[in-house]
């Protein structure tokens, strides 16, 4: 799967500590088999039946058992406030939009994003200065513009509040003093392309956590319940920090 066994001892041991919690009887998966289970439907994209045959258990146990791992998970996830502190600590964030491909039909116009041509959900990320992962927001429809979706998720107010250099492409245009975005038009002058090929150059590492994030197959074509999406990519970003 592309994991290192850190990542599996480590959601091993948070299984185990939620199963000591709710005083759980004997399951039919011990936590190690249950978190491989999880990490093979999140890295793999493998579906709860493919899934429930190779572990020899029932639809509904695979079910249940990656349900209950991604909600664990999802609450170990930081906040924003919380990806602030450690932003502080970095030269400077690098922020950016995605768009997760979901199997919506062309009636749900709300998730169709006219900019991708397809139905999905907006995740906003930050990232440091050498692309790693710091914090991923709550999923919006994907009709939502990038930065409306950062400014209803308090991302430019935190930003600001920070004080330090951000970083965005041009989908940021108009956020104002938090965010360094390139110039738009195509008879540009000589300075404002070489300021543009520059800031290319330092966004770029942004570039390398979104397809950190889409590394994880689930997360190249969902085919959950949208409401579950924003603890899914909760549970990947914890998972992606305890793997480094």
Known sequence: MGLSSRTLRYLAGRLRVRRRAIGTRLRRLPVGSQALLVLAHLRCGDTYAQLAAGFHIGTATAYRSIHEAIDVLAALAPTLDEAMKTVRTKAFAILDGTLL????????????????????????????????????????????????????????????????????????????????????????????????????????????????????????????????????????????????
């Open 101 to 244: 491909p979901i199997d919506r039909i062309a009636a749900d116009t709300p998730y169709h994003s006219g900019k991708h041509k397809r139905h999905g959900m907006n995740v906003q990320v930050l990232t440091d200065p050498f692309g790693r992962l710091l914090w991923a927001s709550p999923a919006l429809p994907g009709s939502t513009h990038d930065l409306t979706a950062a400014r209803s998720r308090g991302i430019i107010d935190a930003l600001a509040e920070a004080g330090m250099k951000r970083w965005a492409d041009k989908a940021y245009q108009g956020a104002g003093r938090p965010v360094r975005v390139p110039f738009r038009g195509r008879r540009l002058k000589r300075w404002m392309r070489l300021y543009n090929s520059s800031h290319a150059k330092i966004r770029c590492p942004g570039e390398q956590a979104m397809a950190t994030l889409k590394g994880w197959r689930l997360l190249r074509k969902l085919r959950c319940s949208t409401n579950r999406i924003t603890d899914i990519v909760k549970a990947v970003v914890v998972l992606q920090h305890a793997s480094t």
